[in-house]
């Protein structure tokens, strides 16, 4: 399987979703939409709603049902994003090989245009769940998993305790802590909110639960190894900024190659988790394995 070419072709099918989604609206002031839209086309691999549209599959359903919840789920990954580059966070100015959205704008319009977007995403959920004849209870259902995963028990709690770990001498208890709330708790929500759109029954929603959750702290560790030793160009980002502000990460705590072990090691537990889903789950293997090789196989 061609991975980047089929990555390609979800990531434009995104794309055109979510122009309809953030197209000018009356009442949406012209410099907040602005904001939105700089921060949500600025070239992101789409690696979340992508993997919406891939659960949903495995799961026996088309992407077309799932598409409103991968948008919602890309809007408050892209929010969390505008939020975290802060300069009360963690004060970058760099993203995706441009002006984060406070250093483009301004500090109250990168503020707000995150509110917005974190909003949005539930209005289209919403409206998504209405559209595509999902159940209710389903329905209900990939609502409560969206929105624990952005909370105060997920990704918001999570870069609390990243704040807080900065500059502490961090175990990889902590580091893993951190992550699975920051990061892979959205990612695994991506999954499952996939899963419960294309009609999962309970082994195949399990199956992808627990693939989803590997899935997520594997990201987090690639991304913390591309951190380390890859260039901006390749990252987007300023090269070595975990070091720089002192972030817990893999890296960090186990070394390049210790980490690189533990990517490994997850990448087998999401291939191994994905075992009963047969030919169906082949996208989301080749997507894990194509994720974690970029990294660790450096």
């Known amino acids: 399987m061609n991975v980047e070419a089929y990555l390609a072709e979800r990531r434009a099918v995104i794309e055109t979703a979510l122009e309809r989604a953030l197209a000018p609206t009356d009442g949406v002031p012209r410099s907040l939409l602005e904001a939105m839209r700089y921060a949500v086309f600025s070239g992101g691999k789409r690696v979340r709603p992508i993997l ?10 088309t992407h077309e049902r799932a598409l409103p919840f991968a948008c919602a789920v890309e809007l408050i990954h892209t929010y969390s994003l505008v939020h975290d580059d802060l300069p009360a966070m963690d004060d970058d100015d760099l993203r995706r090989g441009r002006a ?23 209005a289209l959920a919403a409206a998504g769940a209405a559209t595509t004849g999902l159940e209710p209870t389903r329905a209900l259902a990939v609502i409560a998993v969206i929105a624990h995963a952005a909370g105060a028990a997920g990704m918001v709690g999570g870069q609390v305790a990243d704040l807080e770990a900065e500059g502490v001498r961090a175990d990889i208890a902590l ?10 708790a959205l990612i695994a929500a991506a999954v499952e909110v996939g899963a419960l759109a294309g009609g999962a029954a309970d082994a195949a929603l399990r199956a992808l639960r627990a693939y989803g959750h590997e899935l997520g702290l594997a990201f987090q560790v690639a991304d913390d190894l591309l951190d380390a030793t890859a260039s901006t160009a390749v990252t987007g980002k300023r090269e070595g900024g975990d070091a720089a502000h002192g972030k817990a990460t893999y890296p960090a705590v186990l070394g390049v190659d210790g980490a690189c072990g533990v990517a490994r090691a997850l990448l087998a537990r999401c291939l191994a988790a994905l075992a009963p889903l047969g030919e169906r789950a082949a996208p989301l293997r080749a997507l894990a394995t194509f994720i974690v090789e970029r990294a660790a196989g450096r």
Do not use: N, Q
């Open 100 to 122: 984060t959205v406070h250093v483009a704008f301004d500090e109250a319009h990168a503020i707000l245009a995150g509110d917005a977007l974190l909003t949005e995403a539930f």
């Open 175 to 184: 580091v893993e802590s951190i992550h699975r709330r920051k990061t892979a």
């Open 52 to 61: 919406v549209l891939m659960a949903c599959e495995a799961a026996g359903g």
